[in-house]
Structure formats: C-alpha cells, structure tokens
C-alpha cells in the first residue's frame, strides 16, 4: 500500500524549534515530489513548498520562503518540515503530499496524503 | 501569484439532486488544475486532475470541466457521502507554485 505516514501532534512554546516528519512507503520514494500544505484551524489549504527527494531540489512557495526549511533523507525515505523560531501563528494541521505522476508523467495533483501532524504552539 | 477564486462558499443541495462548484484562476493555468473533497477530521482526497481526469476509486457522478481561467466539478446526483468541503488547485510553471482555492462548502438542504 502506498502511504505518507506523519509523525505526531507537537505542542511547543514561542520561540522554539521544531522539525516534523512524513515517511513514504510502498513507492520509490526518490522518484516523486512531496510538498508539504498547511491548514489552520477551520480555513483552506495552502501550499508551503516541495522536494524531489532523488536530488533535493526545493521550491517554495513566496509566502512560506524563509520561515520554514523542508528537507529529505533519501536513505530512510523521509522529508522533514522544521521551523527555527515557531510562533503562535503557526499554530494548524500539516500534511505531506506526494505529487500523482502515472505512466511517466506527472500531472501536479496530489494523490496521496498524509495523516496530517497538528503543530500548537502557545506560551 | 495566480489568485483562485471559488463560488459559491457554501452550496445547499439535496440528496439525488445535481451541484455545480466553479473556480475561477486570475490567470490561465491551462488545464493544471485539480479537484479535492475533504471531509471534517480527514485529509483531503484527490478527485479530478487535468481538469477532467478522475483520480483512481472516485466514482463517474464526479465530473470536471473548463480550461484556462474557468472550471466547474459536477456532481450529478447527491449522495449522503458528499457532503464536504471542496477545494480546486492550479500548477504553474513559474514561478513554480501550487494555489488552492478557498473552498466550497457543500450542505444537505
């Protein structure tokens, strides 16, 4: 079975740090895309950035570019979110994602979807 | 940045009837755009791709159409089970972004 399976709930305090964790199984997972989206509590989706975990390369999105570093370990098929300062704003539900490619094309959709890690940050 | 807007926010059907859900991109994306159904306490769940494709497991009631900047999901005959909130999300090359839509909230009337 192909799945993202995330680590679990985190509750921090200001000004910490924090890295959460998404491990692919049942796919090569150097060959597909993983982004990461967050969702704050009770609104919509957005997109955080992504990783070709075969060589790293990573894109964010504009308005998560400096606040947060997402990483991948190829060897134990896992990609990291981690922030170096949270703040309360930071506070929602993150999910992993894997980019839906089929026949040798990828069509930038995901298709599969993490549990989702809730991240609560209050003093 | 691409803006995609949904309307309406918050759809009342009832069950067997037919809903149409529109999203529109503030600029083209061609037909990079997706469809998700997200349930309360749940992931999303990818329904359309390409702008028409259904994804794997979704059933033929679940429709997508439109190019460009306008998009609309079908859904042709309500069940219980689709009650939701729906979000649309385009690709673009470059720079490279993923935006989703606001979403649709679809209610039992």
């Known amino acids: 079975e192909v799945q993202l399976v995330q680590s679990g709930a985190e509750v921090k305090k200001p000004g910490e740090s924090l890295k959460i964790s998404c491990k692919g199984s049942g796919y090569s997972f150097t060959s597909y895309w993983i982004g990461w989206v967050r969702q704050m509590p009770g609104k919509g989706l957005e997109w955080m950035g992504i990783?070709?975990?075969?060589?790293?390369?990573?894109r964010y999105s504009p308005s998560f570019q400096g606040q947060v570093t997402i990483s991948a370990d190829k060897s134990i098929s896992t990609a990291y979110l981690q922030w170096s300062s949270l703040k309360a704003s930071d506070t929602a539900m993150y999910y992993c994602v894997r980019e839906y490619c089929s026949g040798g094309s990828c069509y930038s959709a995901f298709d599969i979807w993490g549990q989702g890690t809730m991240v609560t940050v209050s003093s | 940045e691409i803006v995609m807007t949904q309307s309406p926010a918050t759809l009342s059907v009832s069950p067997g009837e037919r809903a149409t859900l529109s999203c529109r991109a503030s600029?083209?994306?061609?037909?990079?755009l997706a469809w998700y159904q997200q349930k309360p306490g749940q992931a999303p769940r990818l329904l359309i791709y390409g702008a028409s494709t259904r994804a794997t497991g979704i059933p033929a009631r679940f429709s997508g159409s439109g190019s460009g900047t306008e998009f609309t999901l079908t859904i042709s005959s309500l069940q219980s089970e689709d009650f939701a909130v729906y979000y649309c999300?385009?690709?673009?090359?470059?720079?490279?972004?993923?935006?989703f839509g606001q979403g649709t909230k679809l209610e039992i009337k």
């Open positions: 999300q385009q690709y673009n090359n470059w720079p490279p972004e993923y935006t």
């Open positions: 600029q083209s994306v061609s037909s990079n």
């Open positions: 990783i070709y975990p075969g060589d790293s390369d990573t």
